[in-house]
């Protein structure tokens, strides 16, 4: 059974900084990438940024130079360090993760989700 286990989540003022960070726990045979995706009120689900087993990174432009997302393949954990907030921040940040079982069926993971606030 695997998991993600997301942490980190809060209430910060507009310019203020915070660190998410997902683990995985259960098994995957491979773990191609890790990712945080977001999603506020009434909108949907978009890509914030992703990291690869060989540590290749993805933004959102939104985020491009605020946001950085780094990965420790030893705990299976994703992290997503956040500074300069902003107000359009605010929503709910799920963690993903993609990879192949054994049997080489890809597979996708998503987290609970952890909420972030940011107040202007």
């Known amino acids: 059974q695997v998991q993600l286990v997301e942490s980190g989540g809060g209430l910060v003022q507009a310019g203020g900084s915070l660190t998410l960070s997902c683990t995985l726990s259960?098994?995957?045979?491979?773990?191609?990438?890790m990712g945080w995706y977001r999603q506020a009120p009434g909108k949907q689900r978009d890509l914030v940024a992703t990291?690869?087993?060989?540590?290749?990174?993805n933004y959102a432009a939104s985020v491009k130079g605020r946001f950085t997302i780094s990965r420790d393949n030893a705990k299976n954990t994703v992290y997503l360090q956040m500074n300069s907030l902003k107000s359009e921040d605010t929503a709910v940040y799920f963690c993903n993760a993609e990879g192949l079982t054994r049997g080489l069926v890809s597979v996708n993971y998503w987290g609970q989700g952890t909420q972030v606030t940011v107040s202007s």
């Open positions: 990291i690869t087993s060989d540590t290749r990174t």
């Open positions: 259960g098994s995957i045979f491979i773990i191609n990438a």
